[in-house]
């Protein structure tokens, strides 16, 4: 089975089993979550369903302007019902590495808002320890002005290498859609205390939020080689 079908069946059995009428719910960012935006849509259409959704991004909003769900927002709805995102990496513990995309920040409001925060994602993401498969490094979303000040207090208390994002099909760095800088903090310790690291980490001045979403998923559904799904919890 294609990595796209591995996302795709982890996300149509993940909406099918979350997914309810009269609900508000968040969409998260990346490839994955479009196949769980197709079934939200399908569903939706089939039954007549009533439900709003939050993005967590631009890319999150077009998506759901593309399929026609109704766009809501925190201001609206500041406690959802559900939030389904994807993840660059899933641990054992559901502890997670989010922000391949970039998309990190408004993606952990938003799951912060949401009574259930449902993950789904293809085999590549389901690994034993943080670091294990996802060599891109921890994703950190930092204020432009002083991300190389945060970089080497980094490096010096925690190790590691840390780089500033560069954008691919634009000049310099990759700018968030809240106008902030992403730097990769690549360290390979699987002893580390996550849950320590990012409240050390958020007490940085300039640090907006990291990757680490701690003790934030409830479930998650990966989409296996053979076709089937594992489901996490
Ligand atoms: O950037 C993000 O946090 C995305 O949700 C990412 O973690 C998952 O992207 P993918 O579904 O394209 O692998």
Known sequence: MSLESAKKVASIKAVDAFLKSNS???????????????????LVKNHHWKIQCVPTSFQAKQLIHKYDLPLTDLEANPELDLCIDGADEVDDNLNLIKGGGGCLLQEKIVASCAKTLVIVADYTKNSTYLGEQYKKGIPIEVVPMCYLPII??????????????MAQSKAGPVITDNGNFIIDWFVLDPKFNWEKLNTELLLMPGVVETGLFINMAFKAYFGLPDGSVKIQV
Do not use: D, P
């Not at 508000?24 to 399908?42: F, H, K, L, N, P």
């Not at 080497?152 to 994002?165: A, S, Y």
């Open 24 to 42: 508000v719910i968040g969409i998260g960012s990346g490839s994955t979550i479009v196949y769980a935006v197709e079934r939200i849509a399908e």
């Open 152 to 165: 080497k207090k980094i490096q010096e208390n925690f190790g590691g290498t840390v780089t500033l994002r």
